[in-house]
């Protein structure tokens, strides 16, 4: 009789506890209902990461950005290539082994020194021809003095003692010319050397080198031992964009900046446009001509600086109100509430007066703090 009454009391323990759950249900129902329970989480968006709002704001002052009148401009980046029309190649007279090399790629050399020098097995053929032909001169020499001696007496008709002159004059040509063989061989007839020396043949520097020692070398052949280039004037090759030709002109004149020297401006003459695009980038190589004042270098980055035939109008503002940040330019223009929006905007050229051009992000008569880095520190303290 204990068992029914003990399964009787647990069934009613869990029914008043279910009638207990839904009567809370209901009772916090009623009391979102009624605005006295707890409220739901509000999700707020995001705010403009470039905008930012500081404490007093009239402490960073504001500058009105002035207008200037311009002649549109392009900047491209270009490379210091040499002149080939001002390159000299240096060849070897003789084929054989280099045995020595007295100056090396990126050397200054002056015209008339020496470069380098070949064993060559063609000075002993050169003088062996020389000698020969020395001897039979002087056997030629002899039977002409005869001749003549004979003709002087009546023994010989006229014609012999022509015969004789002839072979005479024939060998004194073969004797020079085998001389002229061995001098451009770069050896001395009076004392033959198996050793041929090479000289530069022009002031300039190496600008390439295609020798090491013990390496072999062809007469007069490819590839050439060594090339001299005369860098008092160098060409800049750039790429520009299809879009952009209309803005360059052959005969025109453009501003070089080097990247290792940005505070020297060098003009440069346009020579050149070429006549066929890149397929893949759609550029055209730019050639410039610029008179080196001496600190220019071979493969230097530069950029260059091409100024249209139209003026426009931009925008200028103090230097101190652009910031360089992450390779771009910004400026801050204020906004309403205390806040200011960071602009991006493309920075031109330097003015006087620590003034500087606005190419374009900013409009003439637009307000922008005048001391951007201030602000910014200002920002990333907060």
């Known amino acids: 009789m204990n068992r029914p009454l003990l399964l009787q009391s647990v069934l009613l323990s869990g029914l008043a506890l279910a009638v207990a759950g839904c009567n809370g249900k209901v009772a916090a129902d009623s009391d979102h209902q009624s605005g006295t329970g707890p409220r739901p989480a509000a999700v707020e968006t995001e705010l403009d990461s470039s905008s930012f709002e500081v404490d007093h704001p009239e402490q960073f002052l504001l500058a009105k950005a002035g207008e200037i009148e311009t002649a549109p401009e392009l900047n491209v980046t270009g490379v210091i290539s040499p002149d080939i029309s001002r390159q000299v190649p240096v060849i070897s007279t003789a084929t054989g082994k280099v045995v020595e090399i007295d100056a090396r790629l990126g050397d200054t050399v002056r015209k008339g020194q020496l470069l380098f020098s070949v064993r060559s097995s063609d000075i002993s053929g050169a003088f062996s021809d020389y000698q020969k032909n020395v001897k039979n001169e002087q056997l030629a020499k002899t039977q002409l003095d005869r001749a003549q001696l004979l003709f002087d ?167 101190s109100a652009i910031l360089h940040l992450h390779d771009r330019d910004w400026v801050y223009a204020p906004k309403d509430k205390g806040r200011f929006q960071r602009v991006e905007v493309v920075a031109g050229t330097m003015l006087p007066g620590d003034m500087q051009e606005i190419v374009r992000g900013v409009q003439p008569g637009a307000l922008v703090v005048s001391n951007a880095l201030v602000l910014q520190n200002t920002v990333e303290q907060r």
Not at 175 to 186: D, F, M, S, W
Not at 216 to 244: H, K, M
């Open 153 to 319: 007496h009546g023994a010989i008709p006229k014609s012999a003692l022509e015969i004789a002159q002839n072979a005479e004059d024939n060998a004194k040509v073969d004797v020079r010319t085998a001389e002229e063989r061995l001098r451009l061989l770069g050896s001395d007839p009076d004392h033959p050397t198996g050793i041929v020396k090479i000289y530069a043949p022009v002031d300039g520097v190496i600008t390439d080198q295609q020798i090491t020692n013990a390496s072999s070398v062809q007469a007069f052949g490819s590839p050439n031992p060594l090339t001299i280039s005369n860098l008092s004037r160098v060409w800049i090759i750039c790429d520009v964009y299809e879009n952009d030709l209309q803005q360059v002109h052959e005969g025109e004149y453009a501003d070089i900046r080097l990247s290792a020297y940005p505070g020297r401006v060098l003009k440069g003459w346009i020579n050149q446009i070429g006549a066929i695009l890149d397929p893949n980038l759609h550029t055209a190589k730019v050639r410039l001509e610029v008179e080196n004042p001496g600190y220019m270098r071979l493969g230097m980055f530069v950029t260059a600086t091409f100024h249209g035939r139209q003026s426009e109008n931009h925008a200028i503002v103090p230097s």
